[in-house]
C-alpha cells in the first residue's frame, strides 16, 4: 500500500504497478479524476500568447520573458508593480481572462508528455475516466472535446471516460469539485479514487473528503496560489 503522508515524491509507473497489483489480488477498482488546465493540458502557450499579443499593445504594458510566464499561473506577479497595470488593473484582468476562458484560443493548450500513454495505461485496466474541470461548460465545453478528440485523448462514453464542467462561473473551482465528489462518491460506492490535480487547495480538500486508501497526487505545475501540500507530488507523467 503506498503511503500517502510519508511519501512525496511519486511517478507514474509507480502508480500503475500499485493498480496492476491490486487488480491482480481482486481488490476493487478505482476511478480515476484529472482536472484539465495544468494538469492534462499546459496552458501556459495560450497564457503566454494572449498577453504577448494583446496587452503590450492595447495597455501598454512591457514585454515578458516567456520562460518567466511559463513559471507562472499568470502575468499578474511579473507586473504588479508596473504603473499602467497599477492604474488599470481591473479593466486588464478581466480582459485577459475574458480571452483566456475563451474557446478561441484553447488550440493553443497542448497536452503535457506522457499523458496519453498514462490515460491510455488506465483505459486498458477499465478504469473509467473523469475529467472534472473548472472550465465553465457554456463557453468552452465544445472546444474541450475538440482538444481531447485532437490528440487522442480519451473522451467518449464507450471508453468509460466523462466530461464534468462547471454550470456556474461564480462557484469557485474548490467548491465546484468539492460538490462534485460528493456525487461520484455517492455514484461509485464500490471504487476507490485516483485523483490528479494541479491544485494543493483542491489536493488537500479531495484528501480530506476521502478514505485513507484513495490516492491523491499533486501534479507539479503552475498553481493559482501557492500552498503546500501534504501528499503525492508527480513532476512527471514519463
Known amino acids: 500500500m503506498l503511503n500517502q503522508v510519508k511519501s512525496k515524491r511519486i511517478t507514474s509507473n509507480k ?11 481482486s481488490e476493487p477498482n478505482y476511478i480515476a479524476i484529472f482536472d484539465l488546465d495544468d494538469t492534462v493540458f499546459d496552458t501556459s502557450f495560450r497564457r503566454i500568447f494572449i498577453y504577448e499579443q494583446y496587452l503590450p499593445k492595447i495597455y501598454d504594458l512591457p514585454i515578458l520573458n516567456p520562460i518567466l510566464q511559463k513559471k507562472h499561473y499568470n502575468f499578474i506577479p511579473l507586473i504588479k508593480k508596473n504603473a499602467v497595470f497599477q ?18 484560443f ?3 493548450d497542448r497536452p503535457f508528455p506522457g499523458i496519453k500513454p498514462f490515460l491510455d495505461s488506465l483505459i486498458k485496466l477499465d478504469i473509467p475516466i473523469i475529467y472534472l474541470t473548472g472550465r465553465l461548460a457554456s463557453t468552452i465545453r465544445k472546444g474541450t472535446f475538440a482538444m481531447l478528440e485532437k490528440y487522442g485523448l480519451p473522451n467518449s462514453l464507450k471508453r468509460q471516460t466523462y466530461l464534468r464542467m462547471k454550470i456556474n462561473e461564480k462557484t469557485s473551482d ?10 461520484l462518491i455517492n455514484q461509485y460506492p464500490e471504487k ?13 480538500m479531495f484528501n480530506e473528503s476521502l478514505p485513507n486508501d484513495s490516492i491523491i497526487v499533486r501534479f ?9 501540500y501534504e501528499g503525492y507530488l508527480l513532476n512527471s507523467w514519463e
Do not use: A, G, M
Request: charged share 35%; with cysteine.
Open 174 to 183: 474548490n467548491s465546484y469539485k468539492k460538490r462534485e465528489l460528493k456525487r
Open 15 to 25: 502508480i500503475l504497478q500499485q493498480i496492476n497489483s491490486e487488480i491482480k489480488r
Open 220 to 228: 507539479n505545475s503552475v498553481q493559482k496560489k501557492y500552498s503546500h
Open 192 to 204: 476507490k479514487f485516483l485523483i490528479f490535480d494541479n491544485e494543493s487547495r483542491n489536493c488537500s
Open 87 to 104: 492604474e488599470y488593473r481591473s479593466e486588464i484582468i478581466k480582459f485577459f481572462f475574458k480571452l483566456f476562458l475563451s474557446e478561441q
Open 106 to 108: 484553447l488550440f493553443l
